[in-house]
T-cell receptor, first 117, second 114 residues
Framework: GAVVSQHPSWVICKSGTSVKIECRSLDFQATTMFWYRQFPKQSLMLMATSNEGSKATYEQGVEKDKFLINHASLTLSTLTVTSAHPEDSSFYIC?????????????FGEGSRLTVL | AQSVTQPDIHITVSEGASLELRCNYSYGATPYLFWYVQSPGQGLQLLLKYFSGDTLVQGIKGFEAEFKRSQSSFNLRKPSVHWSDAAEYFCAVAPRGGGNKLTFGTGTQLKVEL
């Protein structure tokens, strides 16, 4: 099956620093990747849709200047949390769809846990 | 407004017992329907999905789900639960023709007693 890998799986950083999280589709090309945020014991909230070669589409309420998304190739999307603060601590999950697949063929990464001190 | 409701936040069952996790949705038209499972600290794994056709869908790990249009429901079932099934289960929907934007329910935490 299709594999989506995230790196790092967990990261601890100081307040004010920036953190980059990578999402890679290992054995398929993904024209679209999605970034979700999950608070403890809560559901996943879609943050943005990342399209290869174009600007990301952010959901309402998500600060695009704080959560920078880059989708430079068909196998890699990155999420950079800029000037991180403790309230940004969360579990971030990406997903990708198979380029040639129909709606719903989404594959999720293992998630990246960010802790901001 | 579009929404997905999982009425049960926590469910505890004995190993070997049957399981049913509820999911109701509110959508303008029947969306695509999914069930995902998440183990602690892990990403999501797709259990099954419904696009069209047979309303009883078979998935992995012995799970099945039944789509009932009249009840706007897509309940997940398993005849005999194993201890390894303990996890968080999410129901999700995506609009037909609207890309892959999933809307998730709040999740149901399943605990399995040995």
């Amino acid at each position: 099956g299709a594999v989506v890998s995230q790196h790092p799986s967990w990261v601890i950083c100081k307040s004010g620093t920036s953190v980059k999280i990578e999402c890679r589709s290992l054995d398929f090309q993904a024209t679209t990747m999605f970034w979700y945020r999950q608070f403890p014991k809560q559901s996943l909230m879609l943050m943005a849709t990342s399209n290869e070669g174009s600007k990301a589409t952010y959901e309402q309420g998500v600060e695009k200047d704080k959560f920078l998304i880059n989708h430079a190739s068909l196998t890699l999307s990155t999420l950079t949390v800029t000037s991180a603060h403790p309230e940004d601590s969360s579990f971030y999950i990406c997903s990708a769809n198979l380029r040639e697949a129909s709606t719903g063929e989404l594959f999720f990464g293992e998630g990246s846990r960010l802790t901001v001190l | 407004a579009q929404s997905v409701t999982q009425p049960d936040i926590h469910i505890t069952v004995s190993e070997g017992a049957s399981l049913e996790l509820r999911c109701n949705y509110s959508y303008g038209a029947t969306p695509y329907l999914f069930w995902y499972v998440q183990s602690p600290g892990q990403g999501l794994q797709l259990l099954l999905k419904y696009f069209s056709g047979d309303t009883l869908v078979q998935g992995i790990k012995g799970f099945e789900a039944e789509f009932k249009r009249s009840q706007s429901s897509f309940n997940l079932r398993k005849p005999s639960v194993h201890w390894s099934d303990a996890a968080e289960y999410f129901c999700a929907v995506a609009p037909r023709g609207g890309g892959n934007k999933l809307t998730f329910g709040t999740g149901t935490q399943l605990k399995v007693e040995l």
